[in-house]
């Protein structure tokens, strides 16, 4: 059973930072993409960011030149660096694990809030 747990959630005033941590336990397989995903009230679920296990990212527009996705496969985990944060990030942020055979798995999400 694959468990992904995240932290690093909470309030931040419009232009700070933030820094999203998930790990991964149990039993997966390599290679695999580790990422996060955010849904905001009434939304629907949306890609932020995205990792590969050789490091190759990618990320959706609203999180280019802001987010940083980063991953540590000796201690499989995966961060999400976000600055200059605005209001529209807030949203529950999930962490995924996606392996080779399409199997997927989620985290239970962290809440982001952007406020002044």
């Known amino acids: 059973q694959v468990r992904l747990l995240e932290s690093g959630g909470g309030l931040v005033q419009p232009g700070g930072s933030l820094r999203l941590s998930c790990a991964a336990s149990?039993?997966?397989?390599?290679?695999?993409?580790m990422g996060w995903y955010r849904q905001a009230p009434e939304k629907k679920r949306e890609l932020v960011a995205a990792?590969?296990?050789?490091?190759?990212?990618s990320y959706a527009e609203s999180a280019k030149g802001r987010f940083t996705i980063s991953r540590d496969n000796a201690k499989n985990t995966v961060s999400l660096q976000m600055s200059s944060l605005k209001p529209e990030d807030t949203a529950v942020y999930y962490c995924?694990?996606?392996?080779?055979?399409?199997?997927?798995?989620w985290g239970q999400g962290t809440q982001v809030t952007v406020s002044s």
């Open positions: 995924n694990l996606l392996n080779a055979y399409g199997d997927n798995w």
């Open positions: 149990g039993s997966f397989s390599s290679p695999n993409i």
């Open positions: 990792i590969s296990t050789v490091g190759s990212a």
